[in-house]
C-alpha cells in the first residue's frame, strides 16, 4: 500500500430518524478539500432511506434496532481504518477545510486525543461546544433548571466554559459529542465508548478517560460547523430524559467515590422531584402541554426506583 492509499480519517456517524439532516452532512464531507483519503461509516440505528446517489460511497453497517450512540459508534469503530476517527452528528454541516484543518493540527500535535471544534447554531450564534466535568452543585443547578438564568451572569457559564473567547486553542475537560476528533489507538487503548451508557454522558466519561491516560482534550476553534440539533436547551421526549438520568447516575457511580455518588445522585433525584411539584397543577389541567410538563419529571422520578 502506498501513501496515498492510507486512510486519513475515519468519520463515523450515528444515525436514527435523522435521514434529511444526515444527506447534507455527508454532502458538507464530500465537499471536502485535502483531508486526504477519507471514508465516511454511518451507522443505522433506525429505517433509514439510503437510495439517494449522496450516500454511494458510504458504508452502511445497519443494526437490528436502537442500540444507543455508544455501542453504534463502537460497531463504526471496529469498520475504521483512518489513523483519526471523527465522531459526528448527522445533524451537522462542515464548511471547506474544517477536516483538513483539523487533521492537520491532530497531526502536529501527537499529545492531543481528543480535539472538539466551535459549534454555531444555524443563525450563526455560539453554541456550548465543551465543558469541565460535572460537579455536585452545577448539576443540581443544571437539573433543577436554574441554569436558564444564572448561566448567563456567573459561575455556572465556567460549566460551559462559555465565559471566555471562543477565539483561543485552549484546553479541556471535554467536547461535545457533536463534533469529536480523535485517534484510532487510543479508542484502542482505552476501549471506545463505554457501552453502558446508551446516549448522554459517553463523550464526558471518554474525555475523562483519555486525560486519566495521558492525553489532552483540545478546544479547537480555527474550525467551526453548523449544529442544528444543539439549539434546544430543553429535554422534552420521556425517554431522552430518563436516559439522561440514568447516565448522570452511571457516570457518578463510575466516577465518584461512594459518599460523593451518593449525594450527587440524591440532588439528582430531589431536583427532578421538585420540578415534578413545580408542575404539579398539570394533574388537574385541561391543557396537553401542562399534563405533558408534571408527567416528564413524574416519570423520570419514578425511573429512581426501577
Same mark, same amino acid.
Given at each position: 500500500?502506498?501513501?496515498?492509499?492510507?486512510? /486519513?480519517? @475515519?468519520?463515523?456517524?450515528?444515525?436514527?430518524?435523522?435521514?434529511? !439532516?444526515? %444527506?447534507?452532512?455527508?454532502?458538507? +464531507?464530500?465537499?471536502?478539500?485535502?483531508?486526504?483519503?477519507?471514508? =465516511?461509516?454511518?451507522?443505522?440505528?433506525?429505517?433509514?432511506? !439510503?437510495?439517494?446517489?449522496?450516500?454511494?460511497?458510504?458504508?452502511?453497517?445497519?443494526?437490528?434496532?436502537?442500540?444507543?450512540?455508544?455501542?453504534?459508534?463502537?460497531?463504526?469503530?471496529? #469498520?475504521?481504518?483512518?489513523?483519526?476517527?471523527?465522531?459526528?452528528?448527522?445533524?451537522?454541516?462542515?464548511?471547506?477545510? =474544517?477536516?483538513?484543518?483539523?487533521?492537520?493540527?491532530?497531526e502536529?500535535?501527537?499529545?492531543?486525543?481528543?480535539?472538539?471544534?466551535?459549534?454555531?447554531? &444555524?443563525?450563526?450564534?455560539?453554541?456550548?461546544? $465543551?465543558?469541565?466535568?460535572?460537579?455536585?452543585?452545577t &448539576?443540581?443547578?443544571?437539573?433543577?433548571?436554574?441554569?436558564?438564568?444564572?448561566?448567563?451572569?456567573?459561575?455556572? /457559564? %465556567?460549566? *460551559?466554559?462559555?465565559?471566555?473567547?471562543?477565539?483561543?486553542?485552549? /484546553?479541556?475537560?471535554?467536547?461535545?459529542?457533536?463534533?469529536?476528533?480523535?485517534?484510532?489507538n487510543?479508542?484502542?487503548?482505552?476501549?471506545?465508548?463505554?457501552?453502558?451508557?446508551?446516549?448522554?454522558?459517553?463523550?464526558?466519561?471518554? $474525555?475523562?478517560?483519555?486525560?486519566?491516560?495521558?492525553?489532552?482534550?483540545?478546544? !479547537?476553534?480555527?474550525?467551526?460547523? =453548523?449544529?442544528?440539533?444543539? %439549539?434546544? =436547551?430543553e +429535554?422534552? &421526549?420521556?425517554?431522552?430524559?430518563?436516559e439522561?438520568? /440514568? @447516565? *448522570?447516575?452511571? !457516570? $457518578? #457511580?463510575?466516577?465518584?467515590?461512594?459518599?460523593? @455518588?451518593?449525594? $450527587?445522585?440524591?440532588?439528582?433525584?430531589?431536583?427532578?422531584?421538585?420540578?415534578?411539584?413545580?408542575?404539579v397543577?398539570?394533574?388537574?389541567s385541561?391543557?396537553?402541554?401542562?399534563?405533558?410538563?408534571?408527567?416528564?419529571?413524574?416519570?423520570?422520578?419514578? @425511573?429512581?426506583?426501577?
Open positions: 500500500m502506498t501513501i496515498n492509499d492510507k486512510t /486519513r480519517l @475515519s468519520v463515523v456517524i450515528v444515525n436514527y430518524r435523522a435521514d434529511d !439532516y444526515l %444527506k447534507e452532512c455527508t454532502r458538507s +464531507i464530500q465537499a471536502q478539500q485535502g483531508a486526504g483519503k477519507t471514508e =465516511t461509516i454511518i451507522v443505522e440505528n433506525g429505517e433509514g432511506d !439510503y437510495s439517494d446517489p449522496v450516500f454511494k460511497d458510504a458504508i452502511l453497517i445497519r443494526n437490528s434496532g436502537n442500540e444507543g450512540f455508544a455501542r453504534a459508534n463502537n460497531v463504526g469503530f471496529g #469498520r475504521a481504518r483512518g489513523d483519526l476517527v471523527l465522531i459526528l452528528n448527522p445533524d451537522t454541516v462542515l464548511p471547506e477545510n =474544517t477536516l483538513e484543518r483539523c487533521c492537520r493540527y491532530m502536529a500535535n501527537p499529545k492531543i486525543g481528543v480535539l472538539g471544534c466551535k459549534l454555531l447554531n &444555524s443563525d450563526g450564534t455560539l453554541q456550548s461546544s $465543551c465543558r469541565n466535568f460535572p460537579g455536585m452543585l &448539576s443540581f443547578v443544571e437539573n433543577m433548571g436554574f441554569y436558564r438564568w444564572l448561566g448567563r451572569i456567573g459561575w455556572l /457559564r %465556567k460549566r *460551559y466554559l462559555m465565559v471566555w473567547e471562543h477565539d483561543v486553542v485552549r /484546553r479541556v475537560d471535554s467536547v461535545k459529542g457533536a463534533f469529536m476528533l480523535t485517534r484510532r487510543l479508542i484502542r487503548e482505552i476501549g471506545g465508548f463505554d457501552e453502558r451508557f446508551f446516549m448522554y454522558c459517553e463523550e464526558v466519561d471518554f $474525555c475523562l478517560r483519555a486525560k486519566r491516560a495521558g492525553y489532552e482534550v483540545v478546544f !479547537y476553534p480555527e474550525a467551526a460547523i =453548523t449544529h442544528f440539533g444543539g %439549539k434546544s =436547551t +429535554i422534552h &421526549s420521556l425517554r431522552n430524559l430518563i439522561l438520568h /440514568r @447516565s *448522570y447516575r452511571l !457516570y $457518578c #457511580r463510575k466516577h465518584f467515590g461512594p459518599v460523593k @455518588s451518593a449525594v $450527587c445522585i440524591f440532588l439528582y433525584f430531589f431536583g427532578v422531584c421538585s420540578r415534578a411539584l413545580l408542575h397543577q398539570g394533574v388537574w385541561q391543557d396537553e402541554r401542562k399534563r405533558r410538563r408534571f408527567r416528564l419529571f413524574y416519570e423520570t422520578a419514578k @425511573s429512581y426506583f426501577k
